[in-house]
């Protein structure tokens, strides 16, 4: 999958308002990690979705709120994989 591919869908999703977006959003980024191997793959593919929610924030700051959530639960899949190294 292609790193544009989930942060689109994560616009789109953050752009609808919708209950239970931030659900759906934290299922996008779960199933784009998946799709990497090992803890160290999936460690850069979360600071490269981390990077890229930056620049859509830049462009769409409407979405800050929304995109802060994302970004905290990344920060806790990133947590999770540093124990799971530990």
Known sequence: ??????VEEIRRLGSAN???A??????VVDTHVG???HA?????????????LARLRRREPS?????TEVESYIDGLHRDLTRLAA
């Open 35 to 37: 799709g990497f191997g």
């Open 63 to 67: 979405l800050d709120g929304f995109i």
């Open 40 to 52: 160290a793959e999936r460690s850069v593919a979360l600071d490269a979705l981390l990077r890229d």
């Open 18 to 20: 919708r209950i239970g």
């Open 1 to 6: 999958m292609m790193s544009r591919e989930p």
């Open 22 to 27: 931030i659900v759906l959003a934290e299922q």
